[in-house]
């Protein structure tokens, strides 16, 4: 399997491609699970080339604590690929290779969709994945990049950048993969005690609970309950509920029939960050 760590080599594999094709890109920052392999097969059923990019971007971390713990294993990474499909090009590099010199982000107005949830508590966060995303969409150019709806909020983004950008890549969403007891899949996970995963079960329980009183009640009294049984647990902290339009990410004032809504939440288990979210109709 091609393993790809310069923008260079990667250009060459890509002109030496024969047409026509049809080329996918999966961005991920590796430690690779169930989420990801579900991006990446949707990819390859729909693309003849695959390009999945393994990258931990350092200037979308507003926590260096949280990027020093990012879990990092390429060789375990590099075998799920495999088994998936040796065609697939792994493309791997360092900070250097992607940022020189200039370890910065770009800054982006994404219509306000950067203030709420994530940006408001990750300063920067939006403008890092930003600067990376319009960095691999440019030098891969591929005809679709998908991306996982567990990070709902960065999917509307990357949506708004290409649609801002005019590029002409197809930007494809895919379902969160949850783990058995319906924990949403993220590589965090792994730094979970064995105990508190199990507990973290609690977490989409509570946003199921409020996807079924959403159907009768106004979105102030469900984020408040929601609130209300955080309270009561002691193995999490509530950073945010938040139940928003879906394209416009702002908060519901009175509910209208022909809008889509969604909860959001974020939630501190130990020093672990998990986020979740659920379409509510
Ligand atoms: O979702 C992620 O893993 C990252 O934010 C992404 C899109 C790969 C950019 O670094």
Redesign the pocket.
């Known amino acids: 399997m091609p393993l790809i760590r310069t923008e260079k080599e990667l250009r060459k594999q890509l002109l030496a491609l024969t047409e026509p094709t049809s080329l996918g890109l999966v961005?991920?920052?590796g430690a690779l699970h169930q989420g990801h392999a579900a991006l990446v097969e949707k990819a390859v059923e729909e693309n003849n080339t695959v390009v999945v990019?393994i990258?931990?971007?350092p200037t979308?971390f507003n926590n260096q604590e949280d990027l020093k713990k990012y879990p990092q294993d390429l060789t375990s990474d590099v075998s799920m690929l495999e088994a998936i499909s040796p065609k697939i090009i792994v493309f791997a590099p360092s900070v250097e290779e992607m940022y020189q010199t200039n370890v910065s982000a770009k800054s982006y107005d994404f219509d306000g969709l950067e203030n709420v949830m994530e940006g408001a508590f990750r300063e920067g966060h939006f403008n890092?994945?930003g600067t990376?995303?319009e960095a691999?969409l440019r030098l891969v150019s591929p005809n679709r990049a998908y991306?996982?709806e567990k990070?709902f909020q960065?999917l509307q983004i990357?949506k708004k950048l290409v649609a801002s950008l005019s590029l002409p890549i197809e930007i494809v969403g895919c379902p969160i993969v949850r783990e058995p007891n319906g924990l949403a899949m993220s590589?965090r996970n792994e730094r979970l005690t064995k105990d508190l995963r199990n507990e973290a079960s609690f977490i989409y329980n509570t946003l199921i609970k409020a996807k079924n009183k959403f159907g009768t009640k106004s979105a102030n009294y469900v984020q408040e309950w929601v609130s209300n049984q955080f309270k009561k647990n002691p193995h999490f902290e509530l950073e945010y509920i938040k139940i928003t339009d879906v394209d416009t990410l702002s908060p519901v004032k009175k509910k209208q029939r022909n809008k889509k809504y969604r909860a959001f939440i974020a939630v501190y288990a130990d020093n672990v960050r998990l986020i979740d979210n659920i379409a509510l109709n």
Do not use: C, W, Y
């Open positions: 961005p991920t920052m990019s990258f931990v971007n979308q890092g994945v990376i995303v691999l991306f996982g990070d960065q990357i590589s």
